[in-house]
């Protein structure tokens, strides 16, 4: 009988480095994932870092409407659109075993743009500590080194200093600013994102050697072909 790794090879793949791992979500994850949101992500007096305040959603387990419910459509949202044309990783990341965040990786028509597009976050107690900046060092090594990417960008609402300071350690250059709508849990809100983009010239890898296992049957599986 095939392995569950084998029938979606997304879940074979492993990133690590130091105490942090990084692997895509599974079901056993979620009890986890949930009480690390319960506990909050979003700093005080910072700005609202997503477009939707899925975050802020009201507590009702085992309800059709608010958290995790909400939340749930789009984990599972990232696993079952997972394909060549357009793929979605979520991958839960954890600190010595501790569930600690998560960081997507996204990228819509990759075998033309060669472009990766990431976002994350981290449960409020494992802010501040560099588990933002390693993360993100990760998934653009990995975009990198295994899938041949060329570019990695990524956004952040303008006063989300974090997001900023992680961005410019891994090696990201500012690429512009748009107007996006943010869904708060007060109605819609303009804000200002600035568009961030690394490439492998720019890139500034971990200090400690990474790992990725599961790289070949993901490629595979993403209908990526290496271009050297
Ligand atoms: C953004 C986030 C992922 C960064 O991860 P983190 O582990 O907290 O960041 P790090 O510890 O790696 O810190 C990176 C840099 O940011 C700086 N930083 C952290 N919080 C800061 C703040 N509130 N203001 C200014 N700088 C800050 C740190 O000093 C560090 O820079 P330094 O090493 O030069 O001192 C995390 O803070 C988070 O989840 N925030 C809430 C959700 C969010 O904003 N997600 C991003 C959406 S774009």
């Given at each position: 009988?095939?392995?569950l790794e084998e029938i979606f090879p997304p879940f074979a793949?492993?990133?690590s480095c130091g105490a942090l791992e990084l692997r895509v979500l599974r079901?056993?994850?979620l009890p986890e994932l949930v009480e690390l949101v319960r506990g909050g992500v979003q700093p005080p007096g910072l700005p609202m870092p997503f477009l939707t305040a899925w975050h802020e959603e009201p507590y009702a387990p085992g309800s059709p409407d608010g958290f995790p419910t909400s939340s749930l459509r789009w984990w599972w949202t990232q696993r079952a659109t997972c394909a060549p044309e357009e793929w979605r990783l979520a991958?839960?990341?954890r600190r010595h075993g501790e569930l600690v965040g998560m960081q997507d990786m996204h990228a819509p028509h990759f075998a033309q743009t060669r472009q990766v597009l990431t976002g994350s976050w981290l449960g409020r107690a494992h802010?501040?500590?560099?588990t933002g900046t390693l993360m993100r060092q990760l998934v653009v090594g990995l975009a990198f080194d295994e899938l041949d990417a060329e570019t990695c960008e990524s956004g952040y609402v303008v006063g989300n200093h974090a997001s900023a300071a992680v961005s410019r350690k891994v090696g990201y250059v500012d690429s512009g600013?748009?107007?996006r709508v943010q869904q708060?849990?007060?109605g819609k809100v303009g804000a200002d994102e600035q568009r961030v983009v690394v490439t492998p010239a720019t890139y500034v890898r971990p200090y400690d050697p990474m790992s990725a296992t599961g790289a070949e049957a993901l490629r595979r599986f993403l209908g990526i072909h290496r271009t050297s």
């Open positions: 009988m095939l392995t793949l492993t990133i079901d056993e994850d991958l839960v990341v802010q501040g500590s560099g600013r748009r107007r708060t849990r007060d």
